[in-house]
């Protein structure tokens, strides 16, 4: 029973994370850190619904957390790029051209 209310609210913290990723709309930083959020919970919710099923899902486990770790390097080199290029993260000034 605890495992299923668990599920339950990170299926809520997903939904309420994708509600304000598709609300944010200045920052390109805030929304790679929702995109980790989304990440995380995912990394959370798959053994904790692995377990319940009594299944074991180590392998997948640690290629999901690899994966993350990729996502978040490349997340940061574009951070990077972007400040370097156009001096702040805010989407509305970077042009198409100057890319």
Known sequence: M???SFILVLIMAVRAI???????R???????LLLELISIAL???IPIT??????????FFLVLLTMRAC???VGLAVIVYLVRSF???ILQSISVRRL
């Not at 200045?26 to 790679?32: E, G, K, Q, R, V």
């Not at 692995?50 to 392998?59: A, I, K, M, R």
């Open 2 to 4: 605890i495992i299923v």
């Open 18 to 24: 994708f509600f304000s990723f598709f609300l944010q």
């Open 26 to 32: 200045d920052h390109f930083l805030i929304a790679l």
């Open 43 to 45: 990394v959370l919710g």
């Open 50 to 59: 692995s377990y319940s099923l009594g299944v074991v899902s180590t392998p």
């Open 71 to 73: 996502e978040a390097r």
């Open 87 to 89: 001096g702040d993260d």
